[in-house]
């Protein structure tokens, strides 16, 4: 229809093997121009063979997958040329300071020295590292060293930004200094697809996302849709004494719509805590603590594979 952006990427049953080994299975999936798309599951999900199959450095050994309408196996140097990568490990050069990694970077896409230099200079001020400009990459921080990593990503103004476990290994304050640069990207009208097992991580930065276990999609939606349509409206968790928790379950059941047990606490999915932890009460149990809150994609991930999302 005129007027309408074509899908950033398509993929039609991709597949990826490595010997007899399968690391994606047959996944459908599209990435609208201007969104922030996510792939969430455990490591060994095969979200990173999948980013990597998009950033045209894996070959597809079945199916179909087209990125800017373009296919990875014949145009793979004019996609790359249009994307930026932020891989798990960054791959600075520790030997260089902080503008020069961006500097020799933004060699490999024929920029010119000045073009280069003009890049950098406002990139490194985006990424808020302008004083660190001429310090030498190998004493940053972990904080640091990922937003150099973004801005390093971004010296070729790409379309599409890939972004493989951005914030794995970052304390919490670096952790929102990266969401909120990312924010600003996805209002320039940057295209975000990234992974991640952390779950609060999807839901702040994710319009959408896929939740993978086993190289299969299992679910898809806007974070808000997944919780509603995998869980309740509250879940209430309570804690018993050390090693009492497995032999509550039975004592539970009826509360809420579902009991789910873990080693240290059994949650209760429920429409109103107040009310349920009121009946809890009813029956005789006496928990140790107990915590009311929103039901979140952590749930949602319990409730489709039956374990937590780090393996």
């Not at 599209?30 to 894996?58: D, H």
């Not at 001020?125 to 310090?135: A, G, M, P, T």
């Not at 290994?169 to 940057?190: E, M, N, S």
Request: hydrophobic residues 40%; charged residues 30%; contains cysteine.
């Amino acid at each position: 229809m005129p007027g309408v952006e074509a899908p950033v990427i398509v993929a039609r049953e991709l597949c990826k093997r490595f010997d007899d080994f399968v690391a994606v299975d047959g996944v459908d999936f599209e990435v609208e121009a201007g969104e922030s798309f996510g792939f969430l599951g455990p490591n060994g999900a095969g979200k990173t063979s999948t980013m990597r199959m998009i950033g045209c450095v894996s070959p597809l050994t079945s199916g179909t997958l087209s990125i800017f309408g373009l296919q990875p196996e014949v145009d793979g140097p004019r996609i790359r040329g249009r994307i930026g990568v932020v891989p798990q490990a960054d791959q600075l050069d520790a030997e260089l300071t902080v503008l020069q990694n961006l500097l020799v970077y933004g060699r490999f896409f024929d920029l010119s020295r000045s073009e280069c230099k003009r890049r950098a200079t406002e990139l490194l001020d985006f990424v808020q590292l302008s004083e660190r400009s001429e310090h030498r990459v190998e004493p940053l921080s972990g904080g640091m060293k990922r937003r150099l990593t973004i801005a390093r990503s971004l010296i070729n103004e790409p379309d599409l930004l890939l972004l493989d476990e951005p914030t794995t290994g970052l304390d919490p304050q670096a952790r929102h200094v990266l969401w909120d640069r990312l924010y600003r990207l996805k209002q320039r009208g940057v295209t975000l697809v990234l992974t991640t097992h952390y779950m609060d991580e999807a839901e702040q930065l994710c319009d959408r996302l896929v939740v993978m276990d086993e190289g299969r999609i299992v679910a898809e939606g806007s974070p808000r849709a997944l919780i509603e349509a995998h869980s309740t409206r509250e879940v209430l968790e309570v804690r018993f004494e050390v090693g009492q928790n497995e032999g509550r379950e039975s004592e539970l059941i009826g509360v809420g719509d579902r009991v789910e047990t873990l080693p240290d606490r059994v949650l209760l999915y429920v429409h109103d805590g107040e009310s349920a932890l009121a009946e809890v009460h009813r029956r005789g149990l006496d928990p140790v603590g107990s915590l009311i809150r929103r039901s979140s994609l952590e749930d949602v991930f319990l409730r489709l594979t039956g374990r937590s999302l780090v393996d």
